[in-house]
């Protein structure tokens, strides 16, 4: 890997999220070793975008494709020349030392799959003054964020904590690939943790690289996904012997709009 590796951000899109997009890829401008490449995954076609490389992959026939998108992104990435490939999701802003901090972790640990520290801002934060950003910062209590550029390798109790708005990997790192059979919202960060694990794929919290969500509304439990919830979760069950998401499904539950049946949940 050279000094100063070239590096991709992998960014899924849609039209919801061409504001936020927009910010992610002004503040990605500044730095020349990055190659942006968005992955369209609407029905529409894309807007114009200040990207080095924009990408089509079109919803099937359950919705978004957000694995084979991801799989698609990281494929381009590797072909453009890319050392080191990042994924970012669009209402994600990086912050100064999110690109530096992930390539010193992969020049560390090559094999591993990483992943840095997230804050959600608030409304009307400011996410283009790096000070502000840096004053806002306050990464989810859920997840561990170690000190600016420690290193800490995941337990196996913690690989269901990966998240893919923020992560990254080695173009010579050989983990699994996002399974393609999810479609629509939901279960394919985790099946992909319990993958890593399961192959013994070494997965890094990486201190400093912090990414920050932009603020957007969002339902919780997000009942517009109830359904791809629901489908996306018994195809896990089935493949791992356990439901992921059961914290919105008990939220489903208890508003009266899901119920278990046998291990399983389905509609009420």
Same mark, same amino acid.
């Given at each position: 890997?050279?000094?100063?590796?070239?590096?991709?951000?992998?960014?899924l899109?849609s039209?919801p999220?061409?504001?936020?997009?927009?910010r992610?890829?002004?503040?990605l401008?500044?730095?020349c070793?990055a190659d942006r490449?968005v992955v369209?995954?609407?029905?529409?076609?894309?807007?114009?975008?200040?990207?080095?490389?924009?990408?089509?992959v079109?919803?099937g026939?359950?919705?978004?494709?957000?694995a084979?998108?991801?799989n698609?992104g990281g494929?381009?990435?590797?072909?453009?020349?890319a050392?080191?490939?990042?994924?970012?999701?669009a209402?994600?802003v990086?912050?100064?030392?999110?690109?530096p901090?992930?390539?010193?972790?992969?020049?560390?640990?090559p094999?591993?799959v990483?992943?840095?520290p997230v804050t959600?801002l608030?409304?009307?934060a400011?996410v283009? #003054?790096?000070l502000a950003?840096?004053?806002?910062?306050?990464p989810?209590?859920?997840r561990?964020?170690p000190p #600016?550029g420690?290193?800490v390798?995941?337990s196996?109790e913690?690989y269901?904590l990966?998240?893919?708005l923020?992560?990254?990997?080695s173009?010579?790192a050989?983990?699994p690939r996002?399974?393609?059979?999810?479609e629509g919202y939901?279960?394919?960060d985790? #099946?992909?943790a319990?993958?890593?694990?399961k192959?013994?794929?070494?997965?890094?919290?990486?201190g400093?690289?912090?990414?920050?969500?932009?603020h957007?509304a969002?339902s919780?439990?997000?009942?517009?996904?109830?359904?791809?919830?629901?489908?996306?979760g018994a195809l896990f069950a089935?493949?791992?012997?356990e439901?992921p998401m059961r914290g919105?499904?008990e939220?489903?539950a208890?508003?009266?709009?899901?119920?278990?049946e046998?291990?399983?949940?389905?509609?009420?």
């Amino acid at each position: 890997m050279s000094a100063t590796p070239r590096t991709a951000v992998v960014t899924l899109c849609s039209t919801p999220r061409v504001g936020h997009l927009r910010r992610q890829l002004a503040a990605l401008a500044h730095d020349c070793d990055a190659d942006r490449i968005v992955v369209w995954i609407g029905e529409d076609d894309p807007p114009g975008l200040d990207a080095d490389a924009l990408l089509h992959v079109p919803p099937g026939r359950e919705g978004l494709r957000l694995a084979a998108a991801r799989n698609a992104g990281g494929d381009a990435a590797v072909r453009r020349g890319a050392e080191v490939v990042v994924f970012l999701d669009a209402d994600c802003v990086p912050g100064p030392a999110l690109l530096p901090r992930y390539r010193e972790a992969a020049s560390r640990h090559p094999e591993a799959v990483l992943c840095g520290p997230v804050t959600y801002l608030p409304p009307g934060a400011d996410v283009v #003054d790096p000070l502000a950003l840096a004053a806002a910062t306050a990464p989810h209590p859920a997840r561990p964020a170690p000190p #600016d550029g420690v290193l800490v390798r995941a337990s196996d109790e913690e690989y269901p904590l990966f998240w893919s708005l923020s992560f990254a990997v080695s173009a010579a790192a050989q983990p699994p690939r996002f399974d393609e059979a999810f479609e629509g919202y939901g279960g394919e960060d985790t #099946d992909y943790a319990f993958r890593l694990r399961k192959t013994g794929v070494p997965l890094i919290w990486v201190g400093g690289a912090h990414a920050y969500h932009q603020h957007h509304a969002t339902s919780s439990p997000p009942w517009q996904h109830l359904d791809d919830i629901l489908r996306n979760g018994a195809l896990f069950a089935q493949r791992w012997g356990e439901w992921p998401m059961r914290g919105w499904l008990e939220a489903f539950a208890e508003a009266g709009a899901v119920r278990r049946e046998g291990t399983g949940w389905v509609r009420a």
